[in-house]
């Protein structure tokens, strides 16, 4: 096909978007006997049944679900807001809503966000799409904007926020008594230097960071703290940067699986550490990547079964309760 030959702008503007009333006409029904065939559950005959599907067929017509959203006020959408897909914990997380929401006959809205900041502006614009619910594994960084959220008047459930409202739900692992555990582990098995390396600042973070240095002080021991960030690479500059002194720490305790992968793949093949024996290693997540034969990596577990069908039963119902943690496993 040449330039001149394509079709231009105006002739593509042109098309004929086909349409019930289209199907009707070939059909020979009623606009709304050919609405009644495509309704789930609504009264039509099987003759006229039969010819509404065949001139849909002939003409490719396919319902659209504006109607439906405009008499019912429900689309039966539900937005997932994410802005950590590098993470197979995420993933993993999306893939179990995922096959919930099919088999509620939901569908599902995948939004990137480039950050926590950018929640209130993201619900803002996806609330025009009449979207059922949010999923947001973002976490909300304030009350103002937590009470921003509350006025669209859509159930929101938040992943590891410290606020909540009306419409405003969230759930969470407890991250301090995961930290709290993960220290008591190390001081039990005879490791007296232990150092965590931290993610950036945010609320899971914060609370596993504060849960470890706590009860590191309760054992009387000093449990050193060093800002890594959230992924593999991230782990793996982090270990060299501790294990350049001296004073080298005998037992990390990281912020997640991907971190903890990092550093165990210097300790041992750039640093010829034996993990366990010489220095401990312990993750958060239980990720699959985990219990590679390669890692080995002991590990806490967000149970993703639970959370997501938690998640789920706290946007389709009106929950007294409005924030809820969990137990690590």
């Not at 593509?12 to 050919?34: F, Y």
């Not at 959203?69 to 950590?84: C, D, H, K, P, Y």
């Amino acid at each position: 096909m040449t330039p001149s030959d394509a079709p231009s702008a105006g002739h593509q503007a042109e098309i004929h978007r086909v349409s019930s009333h289209d199907v009707a006409r070939l059909a020979g029904v009623s606009q709304s006997a050919v609405s009644r065939t495509f309704t789930k559950g609504a009264s039509v005959s099987p003759t006229t049944r039969q010819k509404v599907l065949q001139a849909a067929e002939e003409l490719g017509y396919r319902p659209t679900i504006l109607p439906k959203i405009l008499q019912t006020g429900r689309s039966s959408i539900i937005a997932l807001v994410t802005g950590g897909l590098y993470n197979p914990f995420f993933t993993a997380m999306l893939d179990s809503i995922a096959d919930i929401l099919q088999a509620a006959d939901l569908q599902i809205m995948l939004v990137k966000a480039p950050g926590d900041s950018a929640l209130d502006e993201i619900v803002h614009d996806i609330s025009r799409y009449r979207v059922d619910g949010v999923i947001s594994t973002l976490p909300v960084a304030s009350a103002e904007s937590a009470s921003h959220l509350n006025r669209y008047q859509i159930p929101i459930v938040l992943m590891n926020s410290g606020h909540a409202g009306e419409w405003l739900r969230t759930i969470s692992v407890d991250s301090s008594s995961g930290g709290a555990i993960a220290a008591n582990r190390l001081h039990a098995s005879g490791r007296r230097r232990p150092a965590y390396l931290a993610g950036r600042s945010s609320t899971p973070q914060d609370q596993r960071q504060a849960g470890f240095v706590e009860a590191c002080q309760s054992l009387g021991i000093a449990g050193r703290c060093h800002v890594a960030g959230f992924d593999y690479d991230d782990g793996r500059r982090a270990a060299r940067t501790l294990f350049k002194g001296r004073l080298r720490p005998d037992a990390l305790f990281c912020v997640n699986d991907l971190v903890a992968c990092g550093a165990l793949d210097v300790l041992r093949h750039e640093l010829g550490f034996d993990v366990p024996n010489d220095v401990d290693v312990i993750g958060f997540d239980d990720i699959p990547m985990a219990s590679w034969a390669s890692y080995d990596l002991t590990t806490f577990s967000q149970d993703i079964s639970v959370l997501v069908n938690t998640i789920m039963y706290m946007i389709e119902r009106d929950v007294e309760r409005h924030a809820k943690i969990l137990p690590p496993d």
